[in-house]
């Protein structure tokens, strides 16, 4: 693996039918091409919330990945209306996600704090009314 | 085990159920809790009988989601677990009661 392999998705906002396709996607990617099974997992995971709140948050964005031989990295970014405050969204329970979205199964507050656990390193900037940018890289 | 035996244990397949085998069994109602602790091989008992259920099994590897309490399987999850080769199982027992049948098939009571 000489370039980086880059991947790009688009989430669509507020259908939830089609969440889960971008992770699912780069699980099988990543699978064909032989990485670790739990840099699979960590990445995959840390992605489907991602996606997940793309479409219950954001109304929906861009996912960028990019594949070297040190890490899978991949960013998400939005112009949803952004987070207000970051550390209160972190933590775990805390959720501002609707009835509808919890009788789904999702909006439990594990989102961000799995998005976080699951990769080697994460970064959040989020400006109310203007999106939100996320990046996390699992190290191989 | 393999998840083919599960239809011998009384659970009802809802659709194709390809080989996969059995480490033990989950039970969750909460897809991101699901997303992050249902580990390989686990056979994943629920009441959430939509799509996202099945991306997250399969994302997690599991072995197999039973849907419990005489709970539905929407039409659309059928149809992505047939395309992604998830395992799904119907059964009229509680989550509580269908994962200690697969306890005592385990031997891990």
């Known amino acids: ?140 | 085990m393999t998840n083919l035996e599960l239809e011998n244990l009384g659970f009802a397949p809802a659709g194709p159920v390809a080989e996969h085998e059995v480490t033990g069994g989950f039970c969750c109602d909460l897809l991101s809790w699901a997303m992050s602790r249902c580990t390989e091989g686990k056979v994943w008992f629920t009441v959430m009988g939509n799509i996202n259920t099945v991306a997250v099994a399969s994302l997690a590897d599991a072995a197999a989601v039973v849907l419990c309490q005489e709970a539905a399987w929407m039409p659309d999850a059928l149809e992505r677990a047939a395309q992604q080769g998830v395992a799904l199982f119907t059964t009229d027992l509680p989550a509580y009661e269908a994962a200690l049948v697969l306890a005592r098939k385990l031997g891990q009571l």
């Open chain 1, 1 to 140: 693996m000489t370039e980086p392999i880059r991947l790009e998705y688009t989430v669509p906002g507020d259908d939830f039918t089609r969440a889960g396709e971008a992770s699912a996607d780069l699980k099988h990617t990543l699978k064909r091409m032989g990485f670790p099974p739990e840099a699979i997992r960590k990445a995959s995971i840390a992605l489907y919330e991602g996606e997940i709140n793309l479409v219950i948050h954001a109304g929906g964005g861009q996912i960028f990945v990019e594949l070297t031989p040190e890490a899978i990295q991949m960013r998400l970014e939005d112009e949803g209306p952004g987070i207000p405050d970051i550390a209160l969204a972190m933590q775990e329970g805390y959720s501002t996600a609707s009835e509808q979205v919890r009788s789904l199964g999702f909006g439990a507050g594990m989102g961000l704090p799995n998005m976080k656990r699951y990769s080697d390193e994460f970064f959040i900037e989020s400006q109310p009314g203007q999106g939100t940018t996320i990046r996390m890289n699992v190290l191989l």
